[in-house]
Every structure is written in C-alpha cells, then in structure tokens.
C-alpha cells in the first residue's frame, strides 16, 4: 500500500512539474503575399494552439501567442518576417 502511495504522488509530482508546450507571442507580416497565404498561417496558428490577437488591417500581417513550435512553422508560409514582441517606452519607464 505504502508503494502505491508514493508511487501515485511521485507520478503526481512528475505531471506537475512537466513544463507545458512554451508560447511565444510574435508579430508576423509579409511585404507581398496572396491573402490565401496568410489565411493558412493564421489556420496553422489556431490548430497548433495559438491565438491570433490582433488582425493588421493596412499590412498584411498578424499578432499572435503560440507555441514556439507552430511559430518556426511559418517560414514555409512564403518567408514572412516574424518578430518576437515586447514593451517599448519612452524614456526607460512604463
């Protein structure tokens, strides 16, 4: 009994300790690109796990949190330039 005890909890602590897919948001934009094109990267995105945050209207392009993965992925969508986001301020303060 004492086995399967520890058994159990050590199995336990495994699965919570195990660290989860890691998610990335970037910033992902084509200079030239048939809307077809980044529909499928979009799809790519949602079926890897993501979520598409923000839509670019006057650029072709979108935001988006996904696992780092899916993100390497993109490159086979005609070669879109992928930047990692982050906080810009002004004067070092936010």
Do not use: C
């Amino acid at each position: 009994m004492k086995f399967y005890i520890i058994s159990a909890l050590f199995a336990l602590l495994v699965v919570a300790t195990a660290s989860p897919a890691q998610f990335k948001e970037v910033m992902v934009t084509w200079s030239k690109a048939p809307d077809s094109v980044v529909l499928q990267a979009k799809n790519s995105i949602i079926a890897a796990g993501g979520t598409i945050t923000h839509d670019f209207e006057l650029i072709r392009g979108f935001v988006a949190q996904a696992p780092v993965k899916a993100i390497t992925a993109l490159s086979q969508f005609n070669s879109p330039n992928i930047e990692e986001t982050s906080v810009v301020t002004a004067l070092g303060r936010h």
